[in-house]
């Protein structure tokens, strides 16, 4: 968890960045969590856990082995919207799992239930590392966070930390 005054993904900025590749690049640290996600939704059925690029490859693959599932990910179009590519099938009915890593607005996994409905697929929850939402969100889907860490994130216009005339630090890869 970095300090400081961030550019997120979502748009927003915070005062907190949560560096998810610290824990994803490290298995030791990485599968316990994916074990939380797993024990949890155990026995709902589920045939298939899918995820949202970047971090939702990886711990959708750890989630869907530990569970003895397939595993797919939805990766970004030239639209904007999020597909299901590579030859991954998801049929009418199936019942799935969607995880990712940080949740901050919900933008990412949204995009993976527009992309799961579009094949008709049953989403049954949603399982992230660490739920920074400010005001919890609602899936319409079972939520379960390993950790739950309400954090602040302004728009742009309204943030104080621009105000204060801090630097804005822009993380991760986008
Ligand atoms: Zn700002």
């Known amino acids: 968890m970095l300090k400081g005054h ?3 993904t979502s748009g927003l900025h915070s005062p907190v960045y949560w560096e998810k590749f610290r824990i994803i690049e490290n298995p030791a640290a990485a599968v316990p969590l994916c074990r939380m996600i797993a024990d949890h939704f155990k026995g709902r059925g589920i045939e298939l856990v899918v995820g949202p690029t970047t971090g939702g490859i990886i711990l959708a693959f750890e989630v869907a082995r530990q569970m003895g599932l397939p ?3 939805a990766e970004k179009v030239p639209s904007g919207e999020r597909e299901f590519r590579r030859g991954f099938t ?3 009915g199936q019942k799935i799992l969607v995880v990712d890593d940080i949740l901050t607005t919900g933008k990412s996994i ?5 992309a799961v409905r579009k ?3 049953d989403i049954v929850g949603v399982g ?3 739920d920074r939402s400010e005001v919890p969100l609602d899936f319409g889907a079972q939520l379960y966070s390993c950790l ?3 954090t602040p994130a302004y728009q742009p216009e309204a943030c104080p930390l621009c105000r204060s005339g801090l630097p804005l630090t822009k ?3 986008s």
């Not at 949204?110 to 527009?114: I, K, L, N, S």
């Open 90 to 92: 998801i049929r009418p």
């Open 128 to 130: 992230v590392m660490v």
């Open 110 to 114: 949204r995009e993976v239930f527009e």
């Open 148 to 150: 739950r860490a309400a």
């Open 171 to 173: 993380p991760g890869s």
């Open 6 to 8: 961030f550019l997120l």
């Open 119 to 121: 094949h008709r697929g």
């Open 71 to 73: 595993a797919a990910f």
